[in-house]
T-cell receptor
Framework: GQQVMQIPQYQHVQEGEDFTTYCNSS?????IQWYKQRPGGHPVFLIQ?????EVKKQKRLTFQFGEAKKNSSLHITATQTTDVGTYFC?????????FGTGTKLQVIP | KAGVTQTPRYLIKTRGQQVTLSCSPI?????VSWYQQTPGQGLQFLFE???????NKGNFPGRFSGRQFSNSRSEMNVSTLELGDSALYLC???????????????FGNGTRLTVT
């Protein structure tokens, strides 16, 4: 079945530093979504990418979908303590959304 | 609009018992998916329902089952509980279903199940 790997598994950054998480698949993805789960919370949808090479921005967050549609990245500029949480990429298949393994971000004030 | 509601929030059961979890989707959403979340395995897909029909199922034993009612509310049942079933069970609703291209998932707060 479809597997989506994310790296790194954990990341500690000093507040103000940048952060990037990568999502990789061995197969071509039809689309990619990104979710954020705060500690003790549930995953919350952030954004969806569909087109090859697509780049979308949300304030300090930049999302990219690879040209081959096999990878994606989420980059956060100048992290803040409110960015703490686990970031998941996810890809839709036939009546099923498969989630990546997640990257847990810790921000040190 | 009210979000996805899951009940109960917490549950403690003993091995061998069975449990039923409930999920009320966002009004108008016809698809309900269930996920198991554990620290070691991340978010694992259990099954997806759309218009009372199970359309897809993950790699879980037959002890895990579910159903969806005509009002789109869904229940999940786990029989003969094992210690390894301890997890956060998340329900997510969406408009179109599992094809992420069409509609994102909206998650409930989850049910934290502890099996002792």
């Amino acid at each position: 079945g479809q597997q989506v790997m994310q790296i790194p598994q954990y990341q500690h950054v000093q507040e103000g530093e940048d952060f990037t998480t990568y999502c990789n698949s061995s197969t071509t993805l039809s689309n990619i979504q990104w979710y954020k789960q705060r500690p003790g919370g549930h995953p919350v949808f952030l954004i969806q990418l569909v087109k090859s090479g697509e780049v979308k921005k949300q304030k300090r967050l930049t999302f990219q979908f690879g040209e081959a549609k096999k990878n994606s990245s989420l980059h956060i500029t100048a992290t803040q303590t409110t960015d703490v949480g686990t970031y998941f990429c996810a890809s839709g298949g036939y009546q099923k959304v498969t989630f990546g393994t997640g990257t847990k971000l810790q921000v040190i004030p | 609009k009210a979000g996805v509601t899951q009940t109960p929030r917490y549950l403690i059961k003993t091995r061998g018992q069975q449990v039923t979890l409930s999920c009320s989707p966002i009004s108008g959403h016809r698809s309900v998916s269930w996920y198991q979340q554990t620290p070691g395995q991340g978010l694992q897909f259990l099954f997806e329902y759309f218009s009372e029909t199970q359309r897809n199922k993950g790699n879980f034993p037959g002890r895990f089952s579910g159903r969806q009612f005509s009002n789109s509310r869904s229940e999940m049942n786990v029989s003969t509980l094992e210690l390894g079933d301890s997890a956060l069970y998340l329900c997510a609703s969406s408009l179109e279903g599992g094809r992420a291209q069409n509609s994102p998932l909206h998650f409930g707060n989850g049910t934290r199940l502890t099996v002792t």
